[in-house]
C-alpha cells in the first residue's frame, strides 16, 4: 500500500510538471508576423494563425499587403539591373510542439517547380529542398536554423532571429 502511495505521488508530480513547463514556455500571439533578414544572403518570415500555429504558403507570392510565411534566398549571379536572382520558397505550415521547455517545429520538404527569379527573366527550377527548424526563444522572438538545396542557388545552414514586426488581421 505504502509502495502504491508513493508511485501516485510521483505521477501526479511528473504530471504537475509538464503542466507548469507548458504554462510557462514562451509562445507567440496569434496572428503575428516574425521577420529576419540578412542583406544579400536570405530572410525567413514566419506567421501565425494561432499560438501554436505557423502558417503556409505557396512559393512566388510577389505583391501581398501583409508579410507572407516563406524563405527568400538570394542567389549567386549576373546582377541586372543591380537586383540578384532570388528564390521566393513557400512554407507548408507548422504546428509547434512543446520539447525542452520551449515550443517549436522542424520541416523538411521539397518545392517542385520554382522559380528562380531575375529582374527581366524567370527560370523554373526542378525541384529544390527545404530544412528549417525553429525554437520560440521569446514572444517577440523566434530563433532557427535554414538550409537550401537548389540547382544554381543554395543556402547552406545559416541561423536566423526573427522578431515580432507586426499584428496581422485575423
Same mark, same amino acid.
Given at each position: ?42 530572410? #525567413? ?34 546582377? #541586372?539591373?543591380?537586383?540578384?536572382? !532570388? ?17 517549436? !517545429? ?7 517547380? #520554382? ?56
Amino acid at each position: 500500500m505504502r509502495a502504491r502511495s508513493i508511485v501516485m505521488v510521483l505521477v501526479f508530480v511528473v504530471a504537475a510538471t509538464g503542466v507548469a513547463e507548458a504554462a510557462s514556455a514562451a509562445r507567440p500571439a496569434a496572428h503575428s508576423s516574425y521577420g529576419f533578414r540578412k542583406a544579400g544572403r536570405f530572410s #525567413v518570415t514566419l506567421n501565425t494563425i494561432a499560438a501554436t500555429q505557423i502558417s503556409s504558403s505557396p512559393a512566388n507570392v510577389l505583391g501581398s499587403q501583409f508579410p507572407i510565411t516563406g524563405i527568400g534566398v538570394t542567389c549567386p549571379g549576373k546582377k #541586372v539591373s543591380g537586383r540578384s536572382p !532570388f528564390l521566393d520558397l513557400g512554407f507548408p505550415g507548422a504546428t509547434l510542439k512543446l520539447k525542452h521547455g520551449h515550443y517549436g !517545429f522542424s520541416r523538411a520538404y521539397t518545392e517542385r517547380g #520554382v522559380s528562380k527569379l531575375v529582374p527581366g527573366a524567370t527560370t523554373t527550377l526542378k525541384s529544390v529542398k527545404i530544412k528549417l527548424s525553429a525554437t520560440v526563444a521569446t514572444s517577440k522572438l523566434i530563433t532557427g536554423t535554414v538550409s537550401v538545396k537548389a540547382a544554381g542557388c543554395s543556402l547552406k545552414s545559416s541561423t536566423f532571429r526573427a522578431k515580432f514586426t507586426q499584428t496581422l488581421p485575423s
